[in-house]
């Protein structure tokens, strides 16, 4: 696809039609009355007798999680089951047009009573009122949502819950807890990335305390463990889940795991079943030939989220610009919002590019999941947040990438390792002021051809969870199915336990 089809600054995404590509059975439809009390983003056709699998996740800002929900959906409904995907936030992917699908005949759903984040850090607003009131301050609110929710589980009547992330995060979203109770009996796993916490003692190690510090922040405010959290966390798994598939096998150098206190927790469990996974992840289509000089550099923070430093980080690229710190790199540079960045920002940036005039500089608002992986695999360096999914994707097509992590302890610890990993010649920028993020970029440029990268190999974890969850339900496997499972892969370590 030549580049210039990706540079657009409006585009108009649509949902892909939902084909039916397996013989249906007798289809159930739902009445008015489930659809007055669920906003249906995705509608789905369900077999009458075949078994349901409910994926939960929380959908408010940063797009990893919904994409590797995606991802093991569109696995899911390979086989000859039901799908139904809940989202208990506001899905900014869906109403923005749909960056991602979920796969045929899968219903994606979300209550008439769910959520957004507020400015105050772990605060959730009630969004269906004109004025949002803080939930805990809303207890008719949570009323509604729970026959919201209660309807859903009386039509769909899953025979198994899957909670993307939860226990292990969303400790504010209390539907959650009012899901487990309205599905006691059902069984239920958990889906997690492997990177859930950072360690103090590495972290001090790569030198991040010191690097914090150096910009003003307090180390010993992001990296710690929360005992008492971690204890209510094993409390519910014990309770409630059946098993916890953590998606991860080691491959990518920041892979620090899980919490500790959990993970040695979940080893010693014969109620709660442990499984290691590949990753999911964006397939990367494979580099094209073209130009060096044709290349452009990309700068991305995800789903551009607020709280990611989106706005420092796209600020800093046009302040360099408007600087000339940046024009003897003879090369295009594109900037991508996502979807999550406020579209009055949005237009603000977009504003102040088409006054610089140059040619130079483009910024697209938003672009569908696998086209942004398509834009990433042919420029010469990407810069990103040191988000799961960008590093993946950087990886994979060996893409050299300056690393603006967002100030946690998650994307603070893969940007050193994986900075560590590569010599230091993938630069790591804590204060991303426009004279920093320039010389870091026009580093790169020069070093980025002496780069040893580390494999990627088994980016295959949404197929075993896929198999897994068919299994637990006896349901067969598609033909096709086997085959794409051992398709391209050497390691023997995954789907057993950790």
């Avoid at 797009?63 to 991802?71: A, D, K, L």
């Avoid at 009323?143 to 589980?153: K, S, Y």
């Avoid at 900075?419 to 920028?429: G, I, N, T």
């Avoid at 870091?440 to 088994?458: D, M, S």
Wanted: one cysteine or more.
């Amino acid at each position: 696809m030549p580049l210039e089809n990706h540079v657009q600054r409006q585009q108009t995404l649509s949902f892909p039609p939902i084909e039916s590509e397996i013989a249906l059975r007798e289809v159930t439809d739902f009445d008015e009355r489930f659809q007055e009390r669920l906003d249906i983003l995705q509608p789905g056709r369900f077999l009458a007798h075949a078994p349901t699998v409910m994926i939960v996740f929380h959908a408010l800002t940063g797009g990893g999680h919904e994409q590797r929900v995606s991802s093991i959906t569109k696995r899911l409904s390979t086989f000859d089951l039901n799908v139904c995907v809940l989202s208990l936030g506001r899905n900014l992917f869906h109403e923005e047009g749909g960056i991602y699908d979920y796969g045929r005949n899968t219903l994606v759903v979300r209550p008439k009573h769910f959520f957004r984040s507020s400015s105050q850090q772990k605060t959730l607003l009630a969004t269906n009122e004109e004025n949002p009131r803080r939930v805990n301050e809303a207890s008719d609110w949570m009323m509604e949502q729970r026959e919201d929710l209660a309807t859903l589980v009386s039509r769909v009547r899953p025979s198994l819950v899957g909670t993307e992330f939860y226990p292990m995060g969303y400790d504010n979203n209390p539907a959650f807890k009012t899901l487990l109770e309205l599905t006691d009996g059902i069984e239920k796993i958990c889906i997690v990335r492997d990177f859930t916490v950072g360690r103090s003692e590495q972290a001090k190690r790569l030198g991040i305390f010191d690097d914090l510090c150096g910009v003003g922040k307090d180390p010993h405010d992001i990296f710690k463990t929360n005992d008492s959290l971690n204890a209510t966390r094993r409390d519910i798994l014990e309770s409630h889940y059946k098993g916890v598939f953590v998606m991860g096998d080691g491959t990518l150098p920041a892979s620090m795991g899980m919490d500790p206190q959990i993970l040695s927790w979940l080893k010693s469990r014969e109620s709660c079943v442990l499984r290691q996974v590949g990753y999911a992840s964006e397939p990367v289509p494979p580099r094209v030939e073209m130009p060096d000089e044709h290349r452009p550099i990309v700068v991305t923070a995800g789903s551009g989220a607020l709280d990611s430093g989106a706005r420092e980080l796209y600020g800093s690229v046009i302040a360099a610009f408007e600087r000339g710190l940046l024009k003897d790199l003879h090369r295009r540079v594109i900037l991508v919002l996502g979807p999550s960045y406020p579209k009055g920002l949005g237009d603000e940036l977009i504003a102040k590019v088409d006054e610089l005039s140059n040619e130079q500089l483009v910024i697209v608002r938003t672009l569908p999941s696998n086209e942004l992986a398509q834009l990433i695999s042919h420029s010469a360096i990407a810069v990103t947040k040191a988000g799961l999914n960008t590093t993946l994707a950087c990886m994979t097509a060996k893409v050299p990438s300056v690393l603006v992590p967002k100030h946690d302890a998650e994307q603070l610890a893969r940007a050193y390792c994986l900075s560590r990993q590569v010599e230091h010649f993938l630069p790591v920028v804590l204060d991303p002021k426009p004279e920093v993020l320039s010389e870091a970029i026009v580093h790169l440029l020069e070093a980025r051809h002496r780069i040893v990268w580390p494999r990627i190999e088994n980016t295959l974890g949404d197929v075993y969870i896929a198999g897994e969850i068919a299994a637990m339900l006896g349901v067969s496997e598609p033909p096709e199915f086997s085959q794409m499972l051992f398709a391209g892969n050497s390691s023997s370590s995954l789907r057993t336990a950790v």
